[in-house]
């Protein structure tokens, strides 16, 4: 997670709490893909693109309470809203979701060829390799 913010600042929910991990929520779907029905992966790209937008709402809301003349105001709140939606969406859902689709399937193809293994034995393997990569790819997105 990011580093807590300065002494007196406003604390962000969804950057600076537990919250921000639900960003993250369809990795641990995409992790247990081979192990869960398709239903609860797509579940927990509900719960990340639900965080997604709840982020992009509150950084708008915050834009539109800025003491600013009336003029802008409307544009302010709709780049605060569309930055955030595009950033998250990339940053939270789309980059580390893909990115931990193919190390598992990349895993279990692998384990297929080159093991005898039974396949619970592979599918379980792949979920541990996923469930592991998760940390990897999220920190250096969360600095």
């Not at 600076?16 to 247990?32: Q, S």
């Not at 579940?43 to 003349?69: C, N, Q």
């Not at 955030?84 to 893909?98: E, R």
Request: aromatic share 10%; with cysteine; glycine share 6%.
């Amino acid at each position: 997670m990011s580093e807590p913010p300065p002494r007196g600042a406003e604390r962000d929910l969804f950057r600076d709490t537990w919250v921000r991990y639900l960003g993250y929520a369809n990795e641990v779907g995409e992790a247990f893909r081979s192990l869960v029905p398709a239903a609860v992966v797509w579940l927990s790209y509900g719960v990340s693109s639900s965080y997604v937008l709840a982020d992009a709402i509150d950084k708008g809301k915050k834009a539109r309470d800025v003491p600013s003349p009336e003029a802008g105001r409307s544009t302010r709140v709709t780049v605060a809203m569309v930055d955030t939606f595009v950033w998250q969406s990339l940053a939270s859902v789309a980059i580390p979701g893909f990115t931990i689709n193919r190390v598992c399937a990349a895993s279990l193809y692998i384990l297929g060829t080159a093991t005898r293994w039974p396949l619970a034995v592979r599918k379980w393997t792949t979920t541990a390799l996923g469930l592991l990569a998760i940390p990897i790819i999220i920190h250096p997105i969360d600095r």
